[in-house]
């Protein structure tokens, strides 16, 4: 069966500190991945999705950025935080084409200080 | 993409059966709607899909009109355990595979 880890699953940072945020899937192959953002009481937001290694698309303009150095790991990373980055980051995969479900992590609940 | 508008939240007692209705006036033909939940401090956890007409499964139901311009999930016999925010999603096919939009979503209270 497929599962998705998300680490670390909370995190407290100052601003203008770095960030990497790690996001693995195992149990299948060449998944669609995707990096979200929920700030506190609000819906998710898209930042990033990714179809293969190395292939990323931005959905928003911002300081963060993604990497995927492999089929089912997809890192979310900031060079300089910002408070507005505060929020909940979720991973997700899916396969397939069309009507392809989303498969979400735990989450990692980030606070920027 | 499609944008999608759904009311922020609604109450039920427990028992009764909930409906939430999606507005999507812009889905694309290629389209399909998806209803996810989300707990809070967890990842949203899929519900049912549907392209057109009527889908049930285990969970609930998810009614599509005729010009897709709107779904409505239904909730049978809610429990407290189904409070929760619940996401109405139109996915786009870009680049070959599904890239789709959270709104706000609808606060459904279920209460005793």
């Known amino acids: 069966s497929q599962t998705i880890h998300q680490w670390p699953a909370t995190l407290v940072q100052p601003v203008g500190s770095p960030l990497s945020l790690e996001c693995t899937v195992e149990?299948?192959?060449?998944?669609?991945l995707y990096w979200y953002r929920q700030a506190a009481g609000r819906g998710l937001q898209l930042l990033f999705y990714s179809v293969g290694i190395g292939q990323i698309s931005s959905e928003v303009p911002q300081n963060l950025s993604a990497s995927r150095p492999q089929d089912r790991q997809f890192i979310l990373s900031s060079k300089k935080l910002l408070l507005s980055d505060s929020g909940f980051y979720l991973c997700a995969w899916s396969v397939g084409q069309g009507k392809e479900t989303q498969y979400f992590g735990p989450g990692t609940r980030l606070l920027v200080l | 993409l499609a944008k999608t508008t759904q009311p922020i939240s609604m109450d039920s007692y427990e028992g009764q059966e909930v409906n939430i209705t999606c507005s999507h006036n812009n889905i694309a033909t290629n389209d399909y709607i998806t209803w996810y939940q989300q707990f809070p401090s967890q990842g949203p956890r899929f519900i049912i899909q549907?392209?057109?007409t009527k889908v049930t499964n285990e969970v609930a139901s998810l009614f599509i009109p005729a010009d897709r311009k709107s779904s409505t999930l239904s909730l049978p016999r809610v429990s407290l355990s189904d409070t929760a925010v619940y996401y109405c999603l139109v996915g786009s096919i870009s680049g070959g595979y599904q890239k789709v939009t959270f709104g706000t979503g609808t606060k459904l209270q279920v209460i005793p």
């Open positions: 549907g392209y057109k």
């Open positions: 149990g299948t192959s060449n998944p669609n």
